[in-house]
């Protein structure tokens, strides 16, 4: 249970403003099967929804979901073959097993409770650790600081994770940014996928790109050139970004009215 609270309560974050009337639609959360037919991500990550969604199984090579009753396991194909690929690939090296978190609802779109993003397929939940979820917090965000969970493996598993050709981005503590900024070599090529974001202590966040079979799947703005260890990672740690996150909080469950899904989407509910 601890891990799944936590995972709302750290995607809560991911982008875009609170879309209070979306996350209010169950129409989405009912959904129990995906549609029928060629798979497709429909508009933005928070923003959208998804046509023929594969389900990732509960467990398999280097992998287990947790969390199953939350039926939040269904994905883009291209993000299923993402977790199968990575959870392989950390079983070769001997990285550990890889705890599998919320993907999408079977149709995609907006979810009652945690997430603003998650939306179209592309986005999921994975733990830092091999360690038991319940403790695998790997930063004390009280504290602003790393606790001892956090070894060389785990930045092993972070590289393997980012450096997919698939991935987009993935949305990591911020405190975990700024170890690896001192820690590696600068212009580290995967480390400029690595984005501060709050939350984020016990799992990382990995959204992928818009796959070549899907053209109503909305892209991200391209990532900023370079590693990103400069003044923008500087700003988490400022007044400014305590301030925001304070703001933030407040502003969560009365924000204005939800962003409209694309057209689609409603074809995607009525199938
Ligand atoms: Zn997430």
């Known amino acids: 249970m601890v891990l799944g ?25 009912a959904q129990t099967v995906p549609t029928r037919g060629p798979a497709g991500a429909v508009g933005d ?18 992998y287990r979901v947790s969390q199953i009753f939350r039926h939040r396991f269904f994905g883009h194909p291209a993000l ?41 397929g592309l986005d999921a939940d994975l733990g830092y650790t091999a360690g038991s979820p319940a403790t695998a917090f790997v930063v004390d965000v009280a504290k602003g600081r790393l606790t001892p969970l956090w070894n060389a493996k785990v930045i092993r598993r972070l590289e393997v994770a980012a450096s997919d050709p698939a991935v987009d981005r993935v949305f990591v503590n911020p405190v975990i940014k700024r170890e690896l900024c001192a820690r590696l070599p600068s212009g580290t090529p995967w480390l400029g996928r690595l984005r501060p974001w709050w939350g984020h202590q016990d799992h990382f966040h990995v959204r992928l790109q818009c796959p070549s079979d899907s053209p109503a799947c909305q892209r991200q703005k391209a990532l900023p050139v370079g590693d ?44």
Request: hydrophobic letters at 35%; one cysteine or more; a positive charge.
């Open 45 to 62: 990550y928070a923003n959208g929804c998804l046509e023929g969604a594969a389900a990732l199984p509960a467990k398999g090579r280097g």
């Open 80 to 120: 299923i073959a993402y977790i199968r690929r990575l959870a392989q690939t950390l079983d070769r090296k001997h990285l550990g097993l890889l705890t599998v978190g919320d993907l999408a609802q079977p149709r995609g779109g907006p979810t009652p409770t945690g997430h603003r993003s998650h939306q179209s």
């Open 228 to 271: 990103g260890c400069d003044q923008s990672l500087d700003w988490w740690f400022t007044a400014d970004a305590r301030a925001t996150q304070e703001d933030r909080q407040r502003a969560i469950g009365d924000a204005p009215a939800a962003p409209v899904l694309p057209p689609r989407c409603e074809e995607v509910l009525r199938q």
């Open 5 to 29: 609270s936590l995972l709302l309560a750290a995607c809560v974050a991911v982008s875009g403003g609170r879309a209070r009337g979306a996350v209010n639609d169950r129409r989405w959360n």
